[in-house]
Structure formats: C-alpha cells, structure tokens
C-alpha cells in the first residue's frame, strides 16, 4: 500500500509547521526552540495523514491536545523566564492565567492559590537553572518506614526542608494539598530548593485520592503485614504503660512525633521493670480492629500507586514506596535531583529486628512471641482479601 498523500488542505498545517522549522534553523534558534519546531511539524504530519485515512476524530482529539501541550509549554517558559530575572509573583499570575483556562474538572484538586504554587513548582523543578520544589503527600501503614523517609530527605535537604505530621503539629492546616504557601516564597525570594513532606496514616479513610497536580508526588508507605502487625503491636505497649511513663516525665505525645532512641530506650527499660503487657482477649481484639483497617487502606491506596521509579525523575503522581526498598536510599534521592549522601551524614537503612520476633523488651518480646499464630493468621487475612499484596510480598495466604 502507497504512502497517503495529503490534499492542499490537510498540507496547509505541514507546511506552516515546516517554514517555523526551518525559520527557527535560519534564525539561530536555541536546540530547545528547534526541537518543539520539529516536534510541531511531526504532529502536523500525523495529523494531516489522519485526516486522510479518514480518522477527523481521531485527529481532532490529537490536535486538542496538542494545542493543550503547546499552551502549558509557552506559560512553563515564560513563567520560567520570570522566576529566572527574580520576578516570581509574576510567574505566579502567569501561571494562574494559564489554569483559569482550564477545564472545571481539572482544578478539583486544590484551590487556584495552590494549584498555582505547585505548578510553578513544578516549572522551577524542571529547568536546569532553577532550584527544585517539591510537595510530597505521605499515605503510610504505621510501621511501614515513614520515619526513616524523613530523615534520609531531611539530611539531604538541610535547611530547605519542612515537614507536617498532620496529627499533633501546630498549625497544620488540615488541606490536601497543603495550603501553606511562606515556604514556597521565602524559597524563591533566596533562589532556594525546598521540599516539604506531609504524613498521614488515613486512620479514618477519608484522606481524599484526587491524582496529584504538576508538583506534588504522594508516596504510599507499605510492609509485609506480619511485620508491619508486630512492630506495631510491640508500639501499643507504649500506651498500655502512659502512666508509668509519665511518671518518669516521658510523654507518649513525644515518641511518637520524634521517635527519639534515647527516650524510646528508657521507655522499654522502665516497661520490663515495673510495666504490663496486653492480655489475650485485648490482643485478639487489637489484631482484629487493626486487621478491618489494614485490608481498608490497602484496597484504597495500592490500586492508584505505580512502582517507585528509582534513579528516575520524578514529575508527579502516586507511587507506592516499600519498607523492603529503603535501602535503595540513593536512587531514592536522584528521584528528586537531591545529591546523595555520603560518610557520617548517610543514613544506611537496615532493619532495626532481622528476626521480627525479637524485640528492644524482653516483656514485648515474649508477648509477640506468645501471639506469633495469631500474627500469622492476621497476615494471612491480609493477604486472603489484597490479592495486590500477595504480588508485592510473593506469599499465598494460608486460608
């Protein structure tokens, strides 16, 4: 079959395309001008062979959004020019011109001011010149590495670095996405990076799934079940002792906001001298509520999550991160442009318990081993009703 040959008419956007192709050679164009050029007279090629073969919707849908490709780009440069010559609120109005064109359904996600901070973000993080920005939404299983994520993006951003646990921090606005704009702007007035890392375990399952605008990646934290059940369980005791411990000045509040080694260690030290462990029946019962919610989060978050793309740049999006994988801690980091760490200022990941049955007291630790079956089964439920886990941890359920 002969190749198809455009009429004058379907030619008319080829040829327009090709003089700005060659327009832009003649006239010295950077390599990224001649690029989209020659990106605008490829489109203008398929589009008109569409056309001919017939296809006019399909061509017509292609051309729509192209159009919309090539108005994001020409708001992206010209709001990139501006942070450049230090004019941010202008690239701001820019930017927000550019979303109020948009289609209503495009900006559920936020209100126009955040929508506008992370799109900007978005542009600064993308050119070579500029600092990057980034807000990335935490959804975690507790236990499941949240801590050590914090940690390892904190040593490599330093000073340009914020954080909000959601649940005990002060001022926390409470939105999703974060509405707090004074880091983004005391970043760009200094010419700055800056990431800001959010946590939630979505206890009550209302966090909403909206797909994350340009700017903002949302990390969903996973475990094995087992091990994920037994290091929290091993937590609860905690709170089975709050006030033995608040009768050494410990406060529970603190542990769990700072994970502190120094005061977590006198915490277990004062529960194998003077502590209680949970019964039997308040075991059975913990292991099924916690189970109820395990099985929730999962069938929520682990369908919208796409495998972490490690060493890859990351421009947006929902993406599942494993505890089993923070060791991979470097290619983490080139993810978001963040340079690696090295010598005392690493932050080497390794399980703080190979073998998940021990644990820092040895009252926890006979308690978790005197429910191992019953951790087992809890799993196996876990793993019976999330097929998408038996995937990830390559088990079968024992059911």
Avoid at 31 to 48: F, N, P, R, T, W
Wanted: hydrophobic share 40%.
């Amino acid at each position: 079959m002969g190749a198809i040959q455009p009429g004058p008419e379907q030619g008319r956007q080829l040829q327009q395309a090709f003089l700005a192709f060659l327009q832009a050679q003649k006239e010295g164009a950077s390599d990224a001008e001649v690029k989209a050029a020659q990106l605008e007279m490829v489109e203008a090629s398929l589009l008109d062979s569409l056309k001919a073969a017939g296809l006019a919707q399909a061509a017509d849908a292609m051309r729509q959004r192209s159009e919309a490709v090539r108005r994001w780009n020409n708001a992206r440069a010209h709001a990139c020019d501006a942070l450049l010559h230090g004019e941010w609120q202008t690239a701001l109005t820019l930017i927000r011109s550019w979303l109020e064109e948009q289609p209503a359904e495009a900006a559920q996600a936020a209100n126009i001011e955040t929508l506008t901070e992370l799109h900007l973000n978005a542009c600064s993080t993308g050119h070579p010149r500029l600092p990057g920005m980034w807000l990335v939404e935490g959804r975690s299983l507790p236990r499941s590495g949240h801590h050590y994520l914090k940690s390892l993006l904190a040593s490599a951003c330093g000073d340009h670095f914020s954080y909000c646990e959601g649940y005990q921090e002060p001022g926390c606005c409470k939105t999703s996405p974060c509405h707090v704009a004074a880091y983004w702007h005391f970043a760009r007035d200094h010419r700055q990076p800056h990431l800001r890392l959010l946590k939630s375990h979505d206890f009550n399952l209302k966090d909403s799934t909206f797909e994350p605008p340009l700017g903002m990646v949302r990390l969903i934290q996973v475990r094995r079940p087992l091990h994920a059940l037994v290091s929290w369980l091993e937590l609860e005791q905690l709170n089975e002792n709050r006030q033995l411990l608040q009768q050494a000045s410990i406060a529970l509040e603190r542990i769990y906001l700072y994970h502190e080694a120094e005061v977590l260690e006198e915490a277990w030290r004062l529960i194998d001298q003077a502590g209680v462990v949970m019964t039997t029946e308040q075991v059975s019962e913990w292991l099924t509520r916690k189970v109820r919610y395990v099985v929730r989060f999962l069938e929520k978050w682990l369908p919208l999550a796409k495998p972490f793309p490690f060493g890859a740049r990351l421009t947006g999006g929902n993406f599942l991160l494993r505890y089993e994988d923070l060791g991979r801690s470097e290619q983490l980091l080139d993810s978001f442009g963040l340079a690696r760490l090295e010598g005392e200022h690493g932050l080497a990941f390794s399980p703080r318990h190979p073998d998940v049955m021990q644990r820092r007291s040895s009252r926890v630790a006979e308690l978790i081993q005197a429910h191992q079956k019953d951790l087992e089964d809890a799993e196996a439920l876990v793993l019976a009703q999330v097929p998408g886990m038996q995937k990830l941890y390559r088990f079968t359920a024992r059911l």
